[in-house]
């Protein structure tokens, strides 16, 4: 893959199914947790987005690359978490909690490759939804610089002959 996006997008996807294995479903977000009918994943699901990125010129047009990584976590419906709920029943209510906690510790500092920064949290919020499904969004930034139309320059090597013979 030649795009810095996509290269991202495995490189996270690869490394989250390897040292999350409670995350059941990664993709990329296209909109498949909007309210309506049942969303077309497995629980839980992470899905991913590039958003709000900003470009900077260097030389040779050259660029510097930040913006926002958006991580969509969802989780199926569970049973209340009122102070009433058994215990047993309350700890699986709110283990999405846990959850969220473990892909925080996996991609705070995480560098997708040589070429890009670290991932580093900006915020983190509840989705409000109409509906039972409870849904997190994890915002970390992160930088890289795009080369892919850098200037190239063509040198020529310039041919020298020295001879014995002076000219006036």
Avoid at 49 to 74: H, W
């Amino acid at each position: 893959m030649n795009s810095p996006f996509a290269n991202i997008f495995l490189a996270l996807q690869q490394y989250i199914q390897t040292n999350l294995p409670a995350i059941k479903y990664i993709d990329q977000d296209l909109g498949q947790l909007k309210s309506g009918s049942r969303p077309p994943v497995a629980w839980p699901c992470l899905l991913i987005d590039f958003e709000d990125f900003n470009f900077e010129n260097l030389s040779e047009n050259v660029q510097t690359a930040k913006g926002v990584i958006m991580f969509r976590l969802g989780f199926a419906p569970y049973s209340s978490s009122a102070q009433t709920t058994p215990t047993p029943f309350l700890q699986q209510a709110i283990s999405y909690y846990d959850i969220e906690w473990e892909l925080h510790k996996a991609i705070q500092g995480y560098s997708p490759g040589a070429d890009y920064g670290r991932f580093i949290r900006i915020s983190s919020s509840t989705q409000k939804r109409s509906d039972s499904y409870r849904v997190r969004e994890l915002r970390y930034s992160i930088a890289f610089e795009d080369f892919s139309t850098k200037t190239q320059r063509q040198y020529v090597t310039p041919t020298l002959t020295i001879t014995d013979q002076m000219h006036l």
